[in-house]
């Protein structure tokens, strides 16, 4: 849906059978074979993904508790992606707070809760947690899983490719609604912003341009301010995650995998 | 995938979306919002099936039994829509044996298993019937199927639109490979032939080509060879339904739901 043509540093589902259908010289379009090929294997992905669940030999109570949070997770990272092509589509508002509320919206349900929030609620239902412990997850996971997506989006425009996996600056020719781009928008002078706007979403925009954006981003202090929300977002929470009564080694394990969200180059 | 602009009379996800899109004004290209949108929501569908699935209150035994029916059935139709995308893509064999083997290969795992044996499969498992009874009931479904999909495509060439739901020609259009044009192909003169190979595929097809196309493959007999092998698959199961040992009023029912899917205008 975001049209990149890797992902993870390989080429993407759709982009692979696509040049499938090129090399072989197959009748027809490649690119729609490409995607069908893709939309298929999600399908059995999600298939795939719910028979690794039913298989699990859980405890009624267990099961029916995890059953809930993995139905949730999976209902609302559709959500949070529609959301997410949504807020692509829609004229910005030129109200910045508005287009960082949308763009967190996104955050949380595309992100946030699938990426951290629902999954620490998983492991803690799996383990038979209590309804307080579970709830514990929840409190750090949303801001973690916040401050995760930052990062992101973060390193979608200044990431290395090499240890990212993504081409540089896709997220500035897909014109990513970020949180980043939307403060850089409120923050920048007229013609910064201008340059800005007309850039974004820009398929065509050479490495170069893509190197103006980095340093028109940086200079209208939106990156520092981003830094400063992940900090704002995972220090508390962190610092919850310490503090909190939970069993070692799991605790400390944690803590680790928690600072790896927001602490990365990749 | 097939990109046909309606479904059962009404605008397909895609169509809907993408005209939501231009009609809003919203940013970007409107068919790839609509792709992704109709995407999101194939995916909500798959899991809204777990969902019911799961929320039957099933005997451990007999939940055991359907979920690998439920299973089996979601799988093999995404197997089979990839078997009929690739088959679309692949050259013509030039052999009419082997390219209506793919055909009805496709048929077989995307229609006939799908839409009747495994859902009749699937009922005999709710139902508690023993292994003799959900055999049966495959050997019943599978040829039923087969010539549930066979009616299917004559009347994506043949049906009318307004009882069919689906605009007049567009399995032409589209270039499908199915049973009746792989007889086609096998029994036209080299004109006829080359008219057809020609056609086939081309998106721009007016009605009056459409017309002409339908003459052309009812006078190469490929038509009457449909519905003779109709016949053919749909006679002995139904006769073997209407003999089989199963308990009223079920077993009339299903003979008419079986006559209805190989008999019908829409």
Redesign the interface.
Same mark, same amino acid.
């Given at each position: 849906?975001d049209?990149s043509d890797t992902r993870r540093g390989r080429a993407a589902a759709h982009r692979s059978f696509a040049d499938l259908?090129l090399s072989q010289g197959?009748?027809?379009p490649a690119e729609?074979?490409g995607?069908?090929?893709a #939309?298929?294997l999600?399908?059995?992905a999600? #298939?795939a993904s719910? /028979?690794v669940f039913?298989s699990a030999r859980l405890a009624p109570r267990v099961r029916s508790a995890t /059953?809930e949070v993995f139905?949730r997770m /999976?209902?609302e990272v #559709?959500a949070g992606?529609?959301l997410d092509?949504l807020t692509?589509?829609?004229?910005w508002d030129h109200s910045a707070a508005s287009d960082e509320d949308r763009a967190r919206a996104v955050i949380r349900y595309k992100s946030a809760r699938y990426s951290v929030e629902h999954p620490l609620a998983l492991g803690a239902a799996l383990a038979a947690a209590d309804d307080d412990a579970v709830a514990a997850c929840r409190v750090i996971g949303l801001p973690l899983g916040e401050a995760f997506q930052l990062r992101d989006d973060l390193l979608g425009v200044f990431g290395d490719p090499a240890t990212t996996g993504k081409p540089a600056g896709d997220d500035l020719r897909q014109?990513k609604r970020t949180v980043l781009v939307s403060r850089a928008l409120s923050l920048a002078d007229g013609q910064d912003r201008a340059r800005l706007t007309q850039a974004l979403?820009r398929r065509d925009l050479t490495d170069d341009d893509v190197a103006r954006l980095r340093s028109l981003l940086d200079r209208t202090g939106a990156v520092a301010q981003v830094e400063h929300l992940i900090d704002t977002l995972a220090g508390p929470a962190l610092q919850a995650l310490s503090d909190a009564d939970l069993a070692e080694p799991g605790r400390s394990m944690l803590v680790r995998l928690g600072r790896a969200a927001v602490d990365r180059r990749a």
């Open positions: 849906m049209d259908h197959w009748a027809g729609p074979f995607h069908s090929v #939309i298929l999600g399908d059995l999600l #298939i719910e /028979r039913d /059953r139905d /999976r209902t #559709i992606q529609y092509v692509q589509a829609l004229p014109g979403g």
